[in-house]
């Protein structure tokens, strides 16, 4: 790949940060050092993509968007922050961007995908059911839904959805629980 | 004084974290607190059962051309900003480039106009000046000479005597001098 990047880092010292020296590498022109980072990086971000629009292509899409950033302003990663937590922070803002963009379209997909289901019975139902679940999730507003993910799938601790999100663990907390007592009150009466 | 518990101790329960023994104490004593506690660990447990089913079925995309396709859209984006630097500074040589050609374009002109005019002056001065011409001395001099001389034959020797004073005092003057 070519790059003409000409940032000087200083050389990583011994035991640090697996990140940093993939980032050194990729700085010193070794191309797989590009491929290592989004092999580490791009089921997880290809997934938090994925529960935003929930369509393989788009979700692919976008997490192409994000790392061409992430690649693009890498010489202005200051790290402050892990190169894991600054991806993810990219990743969501990117994401919630795009909803607020296409927010008609996935009501439409949603609509869509819930008609779809197998012929048997039983899986007829199980997928209603978890369809029923998704669609309320979907009801979150859509930050509160991306820390509940964060939280939840990716298994994200509050400090580092702290970070990611740029608020104080109490706020993330305090999201999870209201997320969670949004979602108690839709299982009960989803109308509300 | 204490209230119920907050936010973030229900979420600090639901993730296993001690919570102190004055917030453990009330959640044992106060019902409320106790039901919102076990409707959030059942939601809690629902949310994590339903999301990792629904994690199984996220489809795994190529990967291979998933990095093909980023290192495309990084080459694309460089080829972008280069032309986008490119044609910055194109608009930023345009203008000088204009300022050149006008100046040019000016200078020329004159210069043209210039050169014009200066054979426009050339070529009509011989044609005025030939009909203007040096006149014979005689021209002048011979005709109104002869046309006073003329009246002067028909004035009387009086008349002719003062005539020629007044001529005589008058080329004497200092206008001549």
């Known amino acids: ?192 | 004084m204490f209230g119920h518990l907050k936010a973030k101790d229900f979420v600090n329960l639901m993730e296993g974290i001690e919570l102190p023994a004055k917030h453990r104490s009330h959640l044992d004593e106060c019902g409320r607190c106790r039901a919102t506690w076990q409707s959030l660990e059942s939601i809690h447990a629902e949310v994590s059962t339903e999301v990792s089913a629904m994690d199984d079925e996220i489809p795994e995309p190529d990967w291979v051309q998933f990095r093909s396709s980023v290192r495309d859209g990084l080459l694309s984006r460089s080829i972008q900003r280069e032309t986008a630097v490119r044609r910055w500074t194109g608009w930023a040589i345009r203008p000088a480039m204009a300022w050149a050609l006008s100046l040019l374009l000016v200078v020329g002109v004159t210069t043209v106009a210039v050169v014009w005019n200066s054979t426009q002056t050339v070529t009509p001065s011989t044609s005025i000046e030939t009909p203007v011409s040096e006149p014979a001395p005689e021209t002048i001099e011979a005709g109104p000479e002869r046309s006073l001389f003329d009246d002067l034959v028909q004035l009387g020797d009086d008349e002719q005597q003062q005539v020629q004073q007044m001529l005589e005092s008058s080329l004497k003057g200092p206008h001549y001098r």
């Not at chain 1, 990611?164 to 209201?178: H, M």
């Open chain 1, 1 to 192: 790949m070519e790059r003409t990047l000409t940032v000087s880092i200083p050389m990583a010292a011994p035991g640090q940060d697996p990140d940093i020296e993939l980032i050194e590498r990729y700085f010193a022109g070794d191309t797989a050092a590009f491929d290592e980072i989004l092999i580490r990086y791009e089921r997880q971000i290809y997934r938090v993509c994925y529960r935003f629009v929930e369509n393989r292509e788009d979700a692919m899409d976008l997490a192409q968007d994000v790392f061409v950033k992430v690649f693009e302003h890498l010489p202005t990663f200051r790290r402050e922050s892990t190169l894991k937590t600054w991806l993810y922070r990219i990743a969501i803002n990117h994401c919630l961007n795009h909803v607020k963009k296409h927010s008609q379209e996935f009501v439409e997909v949603t609509e869509y995908t819930g008609s779809i289901g197998p012929t048997a019975q039983a899986k007829l139902e199980d997928r209603e059911q978890r369809e029923h679940f998704r669609r309320l999730v979907k009801r979150l507003p859509p930050k509160q839904k991306a820390i509940l993910e964060l939280r939840i799938n990716e298994q994200l601790s509050y400090e580092e959805i702290a970070r990611i999100s740029g608020r104080s663990v109490s706020t993330i907390k305090a999201s999870v629980f209201f997320a969670l007592e949004k979602l108690r009150k839709l299982v009960r009466d989803p109308s509300s």
